[in-house]
């Protein structure tokens, strides 16, 4: 994920992935700047954490359970400065 003007962009926004995949999620702002970043997918997780959250200059990751239904699942991303806070409500889609 970037972050300019307080608008989040992804690479890519839905993330299509397997059963045992792992996903990583990192911000990176103006020159290079990482920021705090918090996922939250809810009790119905396709990944074997709900919550996941890291300070800056970590990645935030979850892997894909192996008995996880597939489907498309919302997530709620926040990104912190220290002074103010981006969300977004991006997908994660699980292949068959």
Do not use: Q, R
């Given at each position: 994920?970037?972050?300019?003007?307080?608008?989040?962009?992804y690479a890519p926004y839905r993330i299509i992935v397997n059963r045992g995949d792992q996903i990583e999620w990192e911000c990176i702002g103006k020159k290079g700047v990482k920021y705090h970043v918090a996922v939250h997918v809810g009790w119905d997780s396709p990944l074997n954490k709900g919550r996941i959250r890291a300070l800056p200059g970590k990645k935030v990751s979850g892997v894909v359970l192996d008995e996880a239904k597939h489907g498309?699942?919302?997530?709620?991303?926040?990104i912190s400065d220290g002074k103010n806070i981006w969300t977004d409500d991006p997908e994660i889609i699980v292949r068959r």
């Open positions: 994920m970037t972050l300019k003007n307080g608008d989040i962009s498309t699942y919302k997530y709620f991303v926040a």
